[in-house]
């Protein structure tokens, strides 16, 4: 029980942080959960040493791109499809699925490349090759928990729950990279 008190009063910190400030608390959230993925994803195929560039990588893309973009998209989606609109959250399924879902993927993975030093024609090339996959495999796996987020779960909680389903994604997104990444080395070392 004492263990549960710090608990709460961190959760509720959180929680009041999220409501006076949301997309600085968004942003914090998104880094930190981006950063831990990328870590928990480097452990996971058994990197001896981690590789600081792509942490780091990822936790920029978090901060700058992971609570603004996710929180003003949102915004205005609620405010396209009115109250009283039959199926409204089955039409912001559809948009974040097909608007939302593209755009994000296009950003991480060309802002990704960008941050961990690579030019803008490699950014590209990583795009181009990873893009239909990466998108396919989110449309595959991620639409029945996009879905139950926004049909189930209160708009101020949502950015929780999306916080758990992105950590999970971003833990396959670096291993589906990395594996690129160590086939254009090899490629290169013939």
Not at 8 to 26: A, C, D
Not at 45 to 73: E, R, W
Not at 127 to 146: D, G, T
Request: glycine residues 4%; aromatic residues 18%; contains cysteine.
């Amino acid at each position: 029980m004492s263990l549960s008190k710090p608990l709460y009063s961190l959760f509720g910190s959180y929680l009041e942080q999220l409501f006076n400030h949301p997309v600085r608390t968004k942003c914090v959230t998104a880094c930190f959960l981006a950063t831990s993925a990328n870590v928990t994803s480097q452990r996971i195929s058994g990197a001896k040493k981690l590789n600081q560039q792509s942490v780091f990588a990822y936790g920029l893309f978090g901060l700058i791109f992971g609570g603004t973009i996710p929180h003003y998209f949102y915004q205005i989606v609620e405010r396209l499809f009115s109250h009283d609109l039959r199926f409204r959250k089955f039409f912001i399924f559809l948009s974040e699925r097909f608007a939302f879902a593209p755009l994000y993927q296009f950003l991480s993975l060309y802002f990704l490349s960008l941050f961990e030093g690579n030019s803008h024609a490699t950014a590209l090339k990583n795009v181009e090759k990873l893009y239909w996959p990466v998108l396919r495999a989110n449309w595959q796996y991620l639409s029945l928990f996009v879905y139950l987020n926004i049909a189930y779960v209160p708009p101020m909680f949502r950015s929780i729950s999306s916080g758990i389903i992105a950590f999970i994604w971003v833990v396959y997104l670096a291993q589906k990279r990395r594996r690129h990444q160590e086939k254009l080395a090899a490629e290169k070392a013939k």
